[in-house]
C-alpha cells in the first residue's frame, strides 16, 4: 500500500503550528514559589470520614490488606509491619513518619518513592492535615 | 521552575533549522512527545496490580456474601452480577500489566480475605450490604485518586471506567440500604 506524503499544505499547517508553539513556549518561565504558609490544622472527625471513604478502599486500622495496617503508623519507621510484604520501593524509603513527611506521601506517593505500588493521591491539603490528624490519635491508641 | 527539555529541544531545533525543515522531519518532531509520553511501564504496572488486589478483594467480598445464606436470591443475584463486573475489571487490568511486560498479583486465599474484611461478624443482608458499599465507595474513590498517577491516557481511561462501574455500584447498594442522596457534589474523588 502507497505512504501518502504529506501535501505542502498540511507542513505549512504544521510548521505554523508549532512555530506559534515555539513562540509562545519560548516566553521566560515564571518563577512559581510556593508561599511558605504554615499547614492547616487537622480535623481528627474529619480525617476519620475521610479515611473511611478514600484510604478504606486498600487500608484498615488494624489489618493488612492491599496496603500496611495504619494503627501506629505515626512515629513509625517506613516499611516497619512485619507482617506486610512491602515493595522494595518502601523497603528503600527509610523515613519516620510524621506529619511532614506522611503529607509529601499523601500529596504524590510515586514522586516520594518511585517504585511504589500507591498511587492514590490526596490532592487537598486540608483533606491530608485531617487525615494525618486522625491517624495520628489513632496510633496512640495501641 | 525546570525547564521540559524536549521542549527545549524542539525549540532550539525550530530555531536553527526553520528554513530547511522538510515536512518528513516536521513529522518526525511532532512524533517525539509522543514517544516522551510512553512514561514509566513498571512504574504504571506497580499502580495497576495494587488495583487487581483491590478487585481480587472485592471478587472474594462478594463470594463470601454470596456463601454466606445471608442474601435474598434477588439480592444474590444482584451480587453475583456485581462479583463478575469485578472479575472483568480484574482481567482488564491483568491484560494491561501483561502489556506493560509486569506480571500480575496473585489473589490471597478465601480464608485471608475473610479474616482481614472481618466476615465472621457479619450477622444479616445489610451486614453484608454495608461490607460491600464501604468497599465500592471505597473503590471509586481509590480508582479516582490513581488517574493522576498513571502515565499513559488509555490506562487513565481504564481506571477511570472502572471507577464509574463502582460508584454504580454503590449507588444501588445506597439505595437497596435505603441511604439518603447525598445532597453534595462532588460525591467522589
Not at chain 1, 487537622?42 to 494503627?71: M, V
Not at chain 2, 474484611?117 to 461490607?131: I, P
Request: with cysteine; hydrophobic share 40%; net charge positive.
Amino acid at each position: 500500500m502507497p505512504i501518502r506524503r504529506p501535501s505542502l499544505h498540511a507542513a505549512i499547517i504544521l510548521f505554523a503550528a508549532l512555530e506559534f508553539g515555539a513562540a509562545h513556549a519560548a516566553a521566560p518561565p515564571v518563577r512559581m514559589t510556593a508561599p511558605q504558609s504554615p499547614p492547616p490544622s487537622g480535623s481528627t472527625s474529619r480525617g476519620a470520614e475521610i479515611y473511611e471513604t478514600k484510604c478504606g478502599a486498600c487500608h484498615s486500622l488494624d489489618q493488612n490488606r492491599i496496603g500496611p495496617k495504619h494503627r501506629g503508623v505515626y512515629g513509625r519507621k517506613s516499611a516497619s509491619v512485619p507482617d506486610f510484604s512491602y515493595t522494595p520501593a518502601l523497603k528503600k524509603l527509610n523515613v519516620v513518619w510524621n506529619a511532614a513527611t506522611l503529607d509529601r506521601w499523601l500529596q504524590n506517593p510515586t514522586a516520594m518513592a518511585p517504585g511504589t505500588a500507591m498511587g492514590f493521591r490526596l490532592t487537598s491539603a486540608q483533606d491530608r492535615a485531617d487525615v494525618i490528624a486522625y491517624l495520628k490519635q489513632e496510633s496512640a491508641k495501641r | 521552575m525546570i525547564e521540559n527539555p524536549i521542549s527545549s529541544s524542539r525549540r532550539s531545533i525550530l530555531a536553527g533549522t526553520a528554513g530547511t525543515l522538510s515536512a518528513a522531519g516536521l513529522l518526525a518532531l511532532l512524533d517525539r512527545p509522543a514517544r516522551a509520553a510512553a512514561g514509566n511501564p513498571a512504574q504504571d504496572a506497580q499502580l495497576l496490580n495494587a488495583a487487581v488486589a483491590l478487585e481480587d478483594e472485592g471478587i472474594a467480598a462478594y463470594q463470601i456474601g454470596a456463601e454466606s445464606k445471608l442474601l435474598s436470591p434477588d439480592v444474590l443475584k444482584v451480587a453475583v452480577t456485581f462479583q463478575g463486573h469485578h472479575k472483568q475489571h480484574r482481567d482488564d487490568l491483568l491484560a494491561a500489566i501483561k502489556r506493560l511486560g509486569g506480571t500480575g498479583a496473585q489473589p490471597k486465599t478465601q480464608a485471608q480475605y475473610a479474616t482481614e474484611l472481618g466476615t465472621a461478624s457479619l450477622k444479616d443482608q445489610n451486614g453484608v450490604l454495608r461490607l460491600a458499599l464501604k468497599l465500592e465507595r471505597g473503590a471509586t474513590n481509590a480508582y479516582l485518586g490513581l488517574i493522576t498517577s498513571l502515565d499513559q491516557p488509555d490506562l487513565s481511561l481504564l481506571v477511570a471506567r472502572n471507577a464509574a462501574d463502582e460508584s454504580f455500584h454503590a449507588a444501588v447498594l445506597g439505595h437497596v440500604l435505603g441511604e439518603p442522596i447525598p445532597t453534595k457534589a462532588p460525591m467522589f474523588g
